[in-house]
């Protein structure tokens, strides 16, 4: 039954495990884009230029989960490295692409094999059984609660909210 003491103390255990499970994996992550004198979130935006091709910055910051002003900010970081480029929007004069420069795409392109190969070992503590349940299982999760409205709960000691 929900909202029971054990679902609650279930569902802190989790959180806590999910925690730290995706702090321990970020740091092989982390250090591994590190070497390459980039950050996380260049990355980020590096890798899904790559696989996606040229994205608008509002593509880019819905790939990438991050604001408005973070994505312009990292992406004029790329643009003065030389690894990204800004390209004008045919159909909208306010809207504008991001693209992968030749040099971005070289970079891309050495680095993404080796990032795999990171997060396979940081992931090898599961069978590939075991990580396509945890993938459905993370997916439903995920799916679930962002589809629910937020919990509040009442403060007990507010009798009006009563």
């Not at 995920?142 to 709960?153: D, I, Q, S, V």
């Amino acid at each position: 039954m929900q909202g029971t003491e054990h679902d609650e103390r279930l569902a802190l255990k989790l959180w806590v495990v999910l925690s730290r499970t995706v702090n321990a994996v970020a740091r092989h992550t982390e250090a591994d884009i590190a070497r390459h004198g980039i950050g996380m979130t260049e990355f980020g935006i590096l890798e899904a230029l790559y696989h996606k091709g040229p994205l608008l910055l509002r593509e880019v910051r819905e790939k990438i989960l991050i604001s408005g002003g973070g994505v312009t900010y990292v992406v004029d970081k790329l643009v003065e490295k030389g690894l990204v480029e800004r390209r004008a929007c045919d159909r909208d004069r306010r809207a504008t692409y991001a693209a992968l420069t030749p040099e971005g795409e070289a970079l891309i392109e050495r680095i993404f094999p080796e990032h795999a190969r990171c997060l396979a070992h940081a992931l090898s503590g599961l069978t590939p059984e075991e990580k396509d349940a945890a993938t459905a299982l993370l997916k439903r999760l995920g799916t679930t609660a962002a589809a629910l409205p937020p919990h509040f709960a009442v403060d007990p000691l507010d009798e009006a909210a009563a």
